[in-house]
């Protein structure tokens, strides 16, 4: 109650005197000086920290309970008596900004600030009698409870003793009680939490508590990193000597998490990559679908890049069903293209053997000069070599043969199979499209011979007619001479 009493105090000293006083010193250094800087505060600043210490004692007015009509009329009369001094100080600054002094003298001179103090005397009389009022009222409380206190002391004292040697009875009982509590508690600890492999010391059984806190948080702690992303984090604490004793606890369990989280996100990225990597092919395959040799290149540029092979080759299909081969269309190692003609005959190699089973081969023990990769410093043989049919509709249109010097893994090979059937849909597709325009192509052909040869015969005919007609005209003219000479003769 003192400290509200102050409060309010000090709020009625914001609410008035700081303001007057404020707008009384800046009004007349301004009024001797006629300088800007001498008004320090401003009209708006003065209203706004009277404002809020008027809100200020209204509150503490109303926690206190304040419920004197009177006194809330005298309040209310005080903060219009401010509100309009702080009217008076802005057309005071104004009348010295204009020059104006004889009124700003006059209007000096009517001592507006006295008028407010006898508002604010009203107020302060009021208000500090009811603080005054809630002190003594506080103050006899205060008294009379020593008073009650001493008694309760008193009769506290008197049957205190009986009951600090019950207490301590039941303190030392449940000593023990907490003892075997706690001792259980680290027990339970090591068996559902983590064992760390050390033998319990009795002594410091009242550790286990924060044995079980600092376990808990390593579990959230691990959780939260599993949750990020985080699959390498480790169990602290956890070593081989020990982890033995955490296969079936929550450690345990949380390492076994993780573990199936790793696999789950390496399947995870892995399907990514398949995917990833299936869409871009088949926008190589749809871009270049109409150009085997084009389509080739591009393709096995892509799948030695995307598996991070250092070589690679595209065999096509050729041949009739008697006479089949394995032609190369495409070879690219090291960001360069090869330019090699070669031909395999079917059943002929690995390729060929690999074209009659339509089973992909990985290997990895590679024969000595098989196949080498070539770099600026030298030859050396790959580590790994995979060898894919590519399929449609269980028809072999071409292979593919990558070599690397890192293992190719197994989703790396189903991935080359799905593009593998991609890529001989597209080259079956385009055979077909090349037969179709090379029987498109004999059939123009033939067509511009018939026409050849009707445009021939027709000429043929108009010059047959042509010697029709010069015989007719030669046979009428010897017809014609005859007549004449059977005349002449008669």
Same mark, same amino acid.
């Given at each position: 109650?003192?400290?509200?009493?102050?409060?309010?105090?000090?709020?009625?000293?914001?609410?008035?005197?700081?303001?007057?006083?404020?707008?009384?010193?800046?009004?007349?250094?301004?009024?001797?000086?006629?300088?800007?800087?001498?008004?320090?505060?401003?009209?708006?600043?003065?209203?706004?920290?009277?404002?809020?210490?008027?809100?200020?004692?209204?509150?503490?007015?109303?926690?206190?309970?304040?419920?004197?009509?009177?006194?809330?009329?005298?309040?209310?009369?005080?903060?219009?008596?401010?509100?309009?001094?702080?009217?008076?100080?802005?057309?005071?600054?104004?009348?010295?900004?204009?020059?104006?002094?004889?009124?700003?003298?006059?209007?000096?001179?009517?001592?507006?600030?006295?008028?407010?103090?006898?508002?604010?005397?009203?107020?302060?009389?009021?208000?500090?009698?009811?603080?005054?009022?809630?002190?003594?009222?506080?103050?006899?409380?205060?008294?009379?409870?020593?008073?009650?206190?001493?008694?309760?002391?008193?009769?506290?004292?008197?049957?205190?003793?009986?009951?600090?040697?019950?207490?301590?009875?039941?303190?030392?009982?449940?000593?023990?009680?907490?003892?075997?509590?706690?001792?259980?508690?680290?027990?339970?600890?090591?068996?559902?939490?983590?064992?760390?492999?050390?033998?319990?010391?009795?002594?410091?059984?009242?550790?286990?508590?924060?044995?079980?806190?600092?376990?808990?948080?390593?579990?959230?702690?691990?959780?939260?990193?599993?949750?990020?992303?985080?699959?390498?984090?480790?169990?602290?604490?956890?070593?081989?000597?020990?982890?033995?004793?955490?296969?079936?606890?929550?450690?345990?369990?949380?390492?076994?998490?993780?573990?199936?989280?790793?696999?789950?996100?390496?399947?995870?990225?892995?399907?990514?990559?398949?995917?990833?990597?299936?869409?871009?092919?088949?926008?190589?395959?749809?871009?270049?679908?109409?150009?085997?040799?084009?389509?080739?290149?591009?393709?096995?540029?892509?799948?030695?890049?995307?598996?991070?092979?250092?070589?690679?080759?595209?065999?096509?299909?050729?041949?009739?069903?008697?006479?089949?081969?394995?032609?190369?269309?495409?070879?690219?190692?090291?960001?360069?293209?090869?330019?090699?003609q070669k031909q395999?005959?079917?059943?002929?190699?690995?390729?060929?053997?690999?074209?009659?089973?339509?089973?992909?081969?990985?290997?990895?023990?590679?024969?000595?000069?098989?196949?080498?990769?070539?770099?600026?410093?030298?030859?050396?043989?790959?580590?790994?070599?995979?060898?894919?049919?590519?399929?449609?509709?269980?028809?072999?249109?071409?292979?593919? !043969? *990558? +070599?690397?010097?890192?293992?190719?893994?197994?989703y790396q090979v $189903?991935? =080359? /199979?799905?593009?593998?059937?991609? &890529?001989a849909s597209a080259?079956?597709?385009?055979?077909?499209?090349?037969?179709?325009?090379?029987?498109?192509?004999?059939?123009?052909?033939?067509?511009?011979?018939?026409?050849?040869?009707?445009?021939?015969?027709?000429?043929?005919?108009? !010059? *047959? +007619?042509?010697?029709?007609?010069?015989?007719?005209?030669?046979? $009428?003219? =010897? /017809?014609?001479?005859?007549?004449? &000479?059977?005349?002449?003769?008669?």
């Amino acid at each position: 109650m003192k400290l509200q009493a102050e409060a309010v105090a000090r709020e009625l000293k914001n609410c008035y005197e700081l303001p007057v006083r404020h707008i009384d010193v800046s009004l007349r250094g301004y009024a001797l000086i006629h300088e800007d800087r001498f008004l320090y505060i401003k009209p708006s600043e003065v209203r706004g920290d009277m404002e809020r210490a008027f809100t200020r004692l209204d509150s503490l007015l109303r926690v206190q309970q304040y419920n004197d009509p009177k006194g809330w009329e005298q309040l209310k009369a005080m903060k219009q008596a401010m509100r309009d001094y702080a009217t008076f100080h802005e057309s005071m600054i104004k009348l010295i900004k204009q020059d104006n002094m004889q009124d700003f003298l006059t209007e000096f001179s009517k001592d507006k600030g006295f008028s407010l103090w006898k508002v604010y005397e009203k107020l302060l009389i009021t208000i500090n009698a009811f603080e005054e009022k809630r002190l003594r009222e506080a103050e006899q409380e205060y008294a009379n409870a020593n008073s009650t206190n001493l008694y309760i002391q008193i009769l506290l004292t008197l049957i205190g003793i009986p009951s600090i040697l019950f207490v301590i009875q039941r303190l030392r009982k449940e000593g023990t009680q907490r003892f075997q509590l706690l001792t259980n508690l680290d027990a339970n600890n090591r068996k559902y939490l983590f064992d760390p492999g050390t033998a319990l010391n009795t002594n410091e059984a009242h550790k286990s508590i924060e044995h079980s806190i600092d376990n808990i948080k390593k579990a959230s702690s691990f959780v939260k990193e599993i949750s990020q992303g985080n699959y390498n984090v480790d169990w602290q604490g956890l070593t081989q000597q020990n982890i033995y004793l955490n296969q079936s606890n929550l450690a345990g369990e949380l390492l076994q998490m993780r573990e199936q989280m790793k696999k789950l996100k390496a399947e995870e990225e892995k399907r990514n990559w398949t995917n990833e990597g299936l869409a871009r092919f088949s926008e190589i395959v749809r871009n270049h679908q109409h150009h085997i040799e084009k389509l080739s290149y591009e393709v096995i540029c892509f799948l030695t890049k995307y598996i991070d092979a250092q070589q690679g080759s595209l065999f096509v299909v050729q041949g009739t069903e008697k006479d089949v081969y394995l032609e190369l269309t495409a070879c690219y190692a090291f960001d360069r293209k090869k330019f090699i003609q070669k031909q395999i005959p079917a059943g002929t190699g690995l390729l060929g053997q690999t074209y009659l089973e339509g089973e992909s081969i990985l290997l990895t023990d590679i024969p000595q000069g098989y196949i080498e990769i070539t770099s600026g410093l030298g030859d050396a043989t790959p580590g790994c070599l995979v060898i894919v049919p590519m399929r449609y509709n269980d028809q072999v249109e071409a292979l593919i !043969e *990558l +070599a690397g010097f890192n293992q190719f893994e197994d989703y790396q090979v $189903r991935f =080359l /199979e799905k593009a593998g059937e991609f &890529m001989a849909s597209a080259i079956m597709n385009a055979k077909t499209a090349m037969r179709t325009e090379k029987l498109l192509q004999e059939s123009q052909e033939q067509a511009e011979m018939l026409k050849s040869q009707e445009e021939e015969m027709r000429q043929n005919m108009e !010059e *047959l +007619a042509a010697t029709q007609e010069e015989m007719f005209r030669k046979e $009428r003219e =010897l /017809e014609a001479r005859l007549k004449s &000479m059977e005349n002449i003769s008669r």
